[in-house]
């Protein structure tokens, strides 16, 4: 069983940054493929960011160029940078092991707003 621990959200202005965190247990991020979701209010769970077990990364077309997605292999964590946020991204973010479709975090809150 994969144990996922987000953190890092919170409230921020248009413009601002935050970076996520999620800590991993039960699988190996370097050796997965692992990827950040979000969903909104009223909305499906939706793609934001992948990272393989190569390094490659890919991104949803709307955050391209100001998020980044990475991990540290000694933490066993993966992170997502986001910067110049906009209103539209306000939403609860989780990380997932793709490998592992079943087990989800509880996820961690973003609000963009003035």
């Known amino acids: 069983q994969v144990q996922l621990v987000e953190s890092g959200g919170g409230l921020v202005q248009p413009g601002g940054s935050l970076r996520l965190s999620c800590e991993v247990s039960?699988?190996?991020?370097?050796?997965?493929?692992m990827a950040w979701f979000r969903q909104a209010p009223g909305e499906t769970r939706d793609g934001v960011a992948l990272i393989t077990s190569t390094g490659d990364t890919n991104y949803k077309d709307s955050v391209k160029g100001r998020f980044t997605i990475s991990r540290d292999n000694a933490k066993n964590t993966i992170y997502l940078q986001m910067n110049n946020l906009k209103l539209e991204v306000t939403a609860v973010y989780f990380c997932?092991?793709?490998?592992?479709?079943?087990?989800w975090g509880q996820g961690t809150q973003v609000t963009v707003s003035s």
């Open positions: 997932h092991c793709l490998r592992m479709s079943g087990d």
């Open positions: 039960g699988v190996t991020v370097s050796s997965n493929t």
